[in-house]
């Protein structure tokens, strides 16, 4: 079974720091990877797909199959990255629908 | 273009009663979802529709129904509310699906639910 895995729940740093975001996952197909990300008091929107191979905001994210990995990453971090931020996964060719997992969510604090 | 809305907001039920959230969209998506979301976990998919006329269900579907009468409505109905309905609940939607790529999905802003 797809199963997406964020092993902090809470992770902070401070401003211009480096920020990496662990994402892992587990399936058998061939995998599509998304960040989505969660402003507060906003809605839940998608920062990045590993299809796209872009930067955004300043962030990056490498699909690793080797090692079933999809870690989120920026050089520099600012207070506005503050926010909770999804790894999802879905099936490319397969039933969209039943093949769309979320990990659960690592909320970054950056600190002044 | 709104996006995905959703109403109510907040609500509070109690145990055995029955509510409808709703959720409409204007992107002219195919492709809608219901999310349920529990504190320190992730979405869990309830129910989907891949157009009008069609749903099926995901992974936690008991206790709730849906219906796709039209592409841009996807309301998800609670027949009688238990407390372990208590959650955060997400509409989204996204254009479909292909070989080599998934359209990414377009969210809500979530209707709190408490079930007391």
């Known amino acids: 079974a797809q199963r997406v895995t964020q092993p902090e729940k809470l992770l902070s740093v401070f401003k211009g720091a480096p920020v990496e975001l662990k994402c892992n996952y587990s399936?058998?197909?061939?995998?599509?990877l998304f960040w989505y990300v969660q402003y507060s008091r906003q809605r839940l929107q998608l920062l990045l797909r590993?299809?796209s191979r872009e930067s955004i905001k300043g962030f990056t994210a490498d699909l690793n199959k080797g090692e079933t990995s999809f870690h989120l990453k920026k050089p520099f971090a600012q207070e506005e990255d503050s926010a909770m931020y999804y790894c999802a996964l879905s099936g490319l060719g397969s039933n969209y629908g039943q093949n769309f997992v979320f990990g659960p969510g690592t909320r970054l604090s950056v600190l002044p | 273009n709104a996006g995905v809305t959703q109403t109510p907001k907040f609500r509070i039920l109690k145990i055995g009663q029955s509510m409808t959230l709703q959720c409409t969209q204007d992107m002219n998506h195919n492709y809608m979802y219901w999310y349920r979301q529990d504190p320190g976990m992730g979405l869990k998919l309830i129910y989907y529709s891949v157009g009008a006329g069609i749903t099926d269900k995901g992974e936690v579907p008991n206790g709730y129904n849906v219906s796709r009468s039209t592409t841009e409505d996807f309301p998800l109905r609670l027949e009688l509310a238990a407390p372990s309905q208590t959650s955060v609940y997400f509409c989204a939607s996204s254009k479909g699906t292909g070989e080599k790529s998934n359209q990414p999905q377009h969210f809500g802003d979530g209707t709190r639910l408490s079930i007391l």
């Open positions: 399936y058998s197909g061939s995998p599509e």
């Open positions: 590993h299809i």
